[in-house]
């Protein structure tokens, strides 16, 4: 199923007038507030956000997965759903891939078929919390020659066995083969690796072998690559986990090389912590490589994007609009799992989201927010910050969007052009895609 730009701009006509008032009014409102609207719809039109391969199909949790109907079953369907997402939200321009969950049988083909969607391969993702059919068995030097099966059970990158970190090192050089093949420019580097009681691991010598892995990891990746160093606090482990915080992933990075950055995952921080801080404070650094948007109210809860905390995701894109020149332009992408909406449809609200925090976070006026910060008017400041975060932006994302040719109400015509009744029919009730 494919949706031409004819037939969105044929549906975008029922819309269009009331459109157009309402672009005009803000348009005239924000003009008179000295902002220059061609310049943020500009910025609009250029932001693409990478879609993960991983988040096609119904998400799941430990108590059960409910299946959606036409997922995709392969990474051609799943190449195919990001185009359409992206041609009627012209902001999804990009797809990160999961290996082994994608590897591509024929990267040229694999890549002709993005091209024609408009894609490009944003970073690649390798994955040793899993272990895979392949696995052989291993000696673990039992005086009764007992062989045990190679697992990624106690860790990968930081496995007190050397085979296992040998084996997870050489993964991460394949996923780094098969990115090249496809013209992606990075790898985030998400470990598991952890404990689940105290006292199982030891903590420094776990940072030893995860350090000596990243650094070979590190030294296989091409010159123009990037290294992402992606934190999470706990899960799949409960007491620790190997590189916990941003802390801890901007030493290793640190350690690794200037191509190695920390990779944000919004659901991967304790509550209550201050994220926005943590932005501010890896740029400062110039160490942020990029983003996993998504949200949560609990853990890492993997929701749509701006679903609880829409504050929280604007006040990180005020820390965004002026990234220093010492960082480079961070790596936009989603992370999310769909365990009860329509993934498209979710995938869309979180595009939303994303591109209206940063279209709010572009209209604050930095210079007077600088200003009333010098002089410690913290009242004004609040002022003007939510101000623009009150300033229903929406026409301008609209224009944005209708001005290369997409959608002026995404989901509106996905449900008029009955898309998912479509792939159920081409795919059938029970297709599963690969991911989590
Ligand atoms: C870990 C994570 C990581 C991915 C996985 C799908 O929680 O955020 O980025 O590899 O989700
Ligand atoms: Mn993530």
Known sequence: M????????ELNHNGESQHRRQFQFLQEELQKKGIDTETVIRKLQDFQVAVPSWALGAGGTRFGRFSYGGEPANLEEKIKDVGLIHALTQ???????????DIPGDPEVIMKLAAREGLVFDAMNSNTFQDQPSFAPINIGAPDGRQEQHSYKFGSLCHTD???????????KEVIDIGVSLGSKSLTVWL???SSFPGQLNFRKALDRSLDSLREIYAYMPSDWKLFIEYKPYEPYFYSTVIQDWGTSHLLAGECGKNAYCLVDLGHHLPNTNIEQIVATLLWRGKLGGFH???SKYGDDDLTVGSIKPYQLFLIFNELVNVPGHNPTPAWMIDASHNLKDPLEDLMQSLEAIRLAYAQALIVDQGALETA???NDVSLCQEILQGSYRTDLRPLLKEARIRSGGALDPIGIYRRLEVRDALIAERGLKTVATGL
């Open 373 to 375: 910060r010098n002089a």
């Open 293 to 295: 948007f998504n949200d």
């Open 162 to 172: 050397r085979s296992i970190r040998v084996n997870a090192v050489d993964h991460n």
């Open 91 to 101: 902001s999804a321009g990009a797809i990160s891939l999961h290996i082994p969950w």
């Open 192 to 194: 598991a690796d952890g």
């Open 2 to 9: 494919r949706i031409s730009t004819d037939q969105i701009q």
